[in-house]
């Protein structure tokens, strides 16, 4: 990302980018889910950026547990957690 990056809003867009360079997915699916949880904990107002449903599937998952495969899809979108993704929701397909 570009050196604003921390001032930027966090989009599916960006998180599908992020994913698509570090985990190279045979699938993706990235949802901002964030207007379904106005007024939770983490909800930034906006009903964007903050609470996200990641499908994916890549073969970066083959031969790795359950928590492995959860632990990398966490890895690659850390700055978006450090920038307030509240919550992302994993599918593994």
């Given amino acids: ?4 990056a921390t001032t930027e809003a966090i989009t599916a867009l960006a998180m599908e980018q992020c994913l698509r360079a570090q985990l190279a997915p ?3 699916q990235v949802l901002d889910e964030s207007h379904a949880h ?3 904990a983490g909800a930034n107002g906006t009903g964007a950026g903050t609470h996200f ?3 994916i599937a890549s073969p970066r998952f083959n031969n790795v547990s359950r928590v492995q ?3 990398l899809v966490y ?4 700055e978006f957690i450090d920038r307030g993704a509240h919550a992302i929701a994993i599918e593994i397909l």
């Fill in 53 to 55: 449903r990641v499908r």
């Fill in 1 to 4: 990302m570009n050196t604003n």
């Fill in 38 to 40: 106005a007024g939770h």
């Fill in 26 to 28: 045979t699938a993706l």
């Fill in 75 to 78: 890895d690659a979108l850390q």
């Fill in 69 to 71: 495969r959860h632990r």
